[in-house]
């Protein structure tokens, strides 16, 4: 079991930045990757970015390249999405998420609460 918890979220303006992190616990040694998910309203959840935990690569949904950054700090067990020159389209409820094996099967079965991240235009 893998659990997270996410924080960091709120309201900025257009053109702003915010950090959110994700702090995780649990059987973190069966992490395959950590990934930023956002959903919002009236539609589906889409993975902004990742990071995998044997060589820290990343992988990033095009609408942010260039906006935002995921990091991770190994030490704290914390991952972080740096977003900057944020769009009102980038609101949503972002979620943290771990791609963590389970025996022998491996999905994004564990999910953080959620933090709510408003751009205003």
């Known amino acids: 079991q893998v659990q997270l918890v996410e924080s960091g979220g709120g309201l900025v303006q257009a053109g702003g930045s915010l950090r959110l992190s994700c702090a995780a616990s649990?059987?973190?040694?069966?992490?395959?990757?950590l990934g930023w998910f956002r959903q919002a309203p009236g539609k589906q959840r889409e993975m902004v970015a990742q990071i995998f935990a044997r060589d820290g690569s990343t992988n990033y949904a095009d609408s942010v390249k260039g906006r935002f950054t995921i990091s991770r700090d190994s030490a704290k067990n914390t991952v972080y999405l740096q977003m900057n020159s944020l769009k009102p389209e980038d609101t949503a409820v972002y979620y943290c998420?771990?791609?963590?094996?389970?025996?022998?099967?491996?999905?994004?079965?564990?999910w953080g609460q959620g933090t709510q991240v408003t751009v205003s235009s």
């Open positions: 649990g059987n973190i040694f069966s992490i395959y990757a």
């Open positions: 998420a771990a791609d963590a094996y389970t025996g022998t099967y491996r999905a994004y079965d564990f």
